[in-house]
């Protein structure tokens, strides 16, 4: 199999499950990053996969850690971007990147709502910038919404859903560059409508959650919307979208208990507290439940 060398920026949440997919499937690969805490749990993080995965430690092997841009980046085929959602950050990490990489490197982001039209819109070479969108955990679930700015080049395009299908991911070809491209647009309508009922007193978190995974929730890795509404008729659709979608949330802004919930600290597992009550067992058992269902469906 033809390898690439692969640079990933950015070792945190996505960076270290990014570096890991490319490297078992067989890519070299450096990751920087500038926190020197990130870097030193980096190894132990990697090694979380492997365990999960049952992959020996040749997998590992294959990933370099680097403390500056310039060596994990220079010499590189594909650099995917894993920093922080800040536009002004990765503006300045792509600008510095064009300066170090070969003219013909692939500069992706793996931005999960800013456009890439945006962050390479001051570069000299944006032909070969595009989007690169894995889903958390990145290791584990297959999709990847490749996006194409304007100015992106067929080239890229094929180049970057080449080495994603030999690292068997599931690259999809999104061909407007829209905030939230198509998955975050699709999650969020659905998330603010639940905030909405929450919010209205119709029901309370649990209740709403348990309507998702145990209805409509338990057939969408089987059907996507459109794929049902062809199942059950567009007639049907229609007569239901009539009744329904006036009545649906279209508030402009985000949802004021969202905003109180975060004003006051109520973040989720982590606090605690967020639209449902964790103890630190049920927010693993969730976390465990979550990892075990999608390792599953990789074997399958």
């Given at each position: 199999?033809?390898?690439?060398?692969?640079?990933?920026?950015?070792?945190?949440?996505?960076?270290?499950g990014i570096a890991y997919l490319f490297a078992a499937a067989g890519h070299p690969?450096?990751?920087?990053?500038?926190?020197?805490?990130?870097?030193?749990?980096?190894?132990?993080?990697?090694?979380?996969?492997?365990?999960?995965?049952?992959?020996?430690?040749?997998?590992?092997?294959?990933?370099?850690?680097?403390?500056?841009?310039?060596?994990?980046?220079?010499?590189?085929?594909?650099?995917?971007?894993?920093?922080?959602?800040?536009?002004?950050?990765?503006?300045k990490l792509f600008a510095e990147l064009e300066a170090i990489v070969r003219p013909?490197?692939?500069?992706?982001?793996?931005?999960?709502?800013?456009?890439?039209?945006?962050?390479?819109?001051?570069?000299?070479?944006?032909?070969?910038?595009?989007?690169?969108?894995?889903?958390?955990?990145?290791?584990?679930?297959?999709?990847?919404?490749?996006?194409?700015?304007?100015?992106?080049?067929?080239?890229?395009?094929?180049?970057?859903?080449?080495?994603?299908?030999?690292?068997?991911?599931?690259?999809?070809?999104?061909?407007?560059?829209?905030?939230?491209?198509?998955g975050n647009r699709l999650q969020h309508a659905l998330k603010r409508e639940a905030?909405?009922?929450?919010?209205?007193?119709?029901?309370?978190?649990?209740?709403?959650?348990?309507?998702?995974?145990?209805?409509?929730?338990?057939?969408?890795?089987?059907?996507?919307?459109?794929?049902?509404?062809?199942?059950?008729?567009?007639?049907?659709?229609?007569?239901?979208?009539?009744?329904?979608?006036?009545?649906?949330?279209?508030?402009?802004?985000?949802?004021?208990?969202?905003?109180?919930?975060?004003?006051?600290?109520?973040?989720?597992?982590?606090?605690?507290?967020?639209?449902?009550?964790?103890?630190?067992?049920?927010?693993?058992?969730?976390?465990?439940?979550?990892?075990?269902?999608?390792?599953?469906?990789?074997?399958?």
């Amino acid at each position: 199999m033809t390898t690439s060398t692969i640079a990933v920026v950015g070792g945190g949440l996505m960076g270290h499950g990014i570096a890991y997919l490319f490297a078992a499937a067989g890519h070299p690969v450096r990751v920087f990053d500038p926190d020197e805490a990130i870097r030193r749990s980096l190894p132990m993080r990697l090694g979380l996969i492997a365990d999960l995965l049952e992959h020996d430690s040749g997998v590992i092997e294959r990933i370099a850690v680097h403390d500056q841009l310039e060596t994990a980046a220079a010499g590189s085929d594909l650099v995917v971007e894993a920093a922080p959602e800040k536009l002004a950050l990765k503006r300045k990490l792509f600008a510095e990147l064009e300066a170090i990489v070969r003219p013909d490197t692939i500069l992706a982001s793996n931005s999960s709502a800013i456009p890439s039209t945006e962050i390479g819109r001051h570069l000299l070479h944006r032909d070969r910038v595009i989007g690169t969108h894995f889903w958390n955990p990145p290791h584990l679930v297959p999709l990847v919404e490749v996006v194409q700015t304007e100015w992106t080049s067929a080239e890229t395009v094929t180049r970057t859903m080449e080495v994603l299908r030999r690292a068997g991911k599931r690259p999809v070809h999104v061909r407007r560059d829209i905030p939230g491209f198509i998955g975050n647009r699709l999650q969020h309508a659905l998330k603010r409508e639940a905030i909405a009922l929450l919010a209205a007193g119709v029901a309370d978190a649990e209740t709403i959650d348990t309507v998702v995974k145990d209805g409509f929730g338990a057939r969408l890795a089987v059907l996507g919307p459109l794929e049902q509404s062809d199942l059950v008729g567009l007639d049907l659709t229609l007569d239901i979208q009539e009744t329904l979608v006036p009545h649906l949330d279209r508030a402009p802004e985000v949802n004021e208990l969202l905003r109180q919930k975060v004003a006051e600290g109520k973040l989720g597992m982590k606090t605690g507290e967020g639209f449902r009550r964790w103890t630190p067992e049920e927010a693993e058992a969730v976390r465990e439940r979550l990892g075990q269902t999608l390792v599953d469906l990789t074997r399958r």
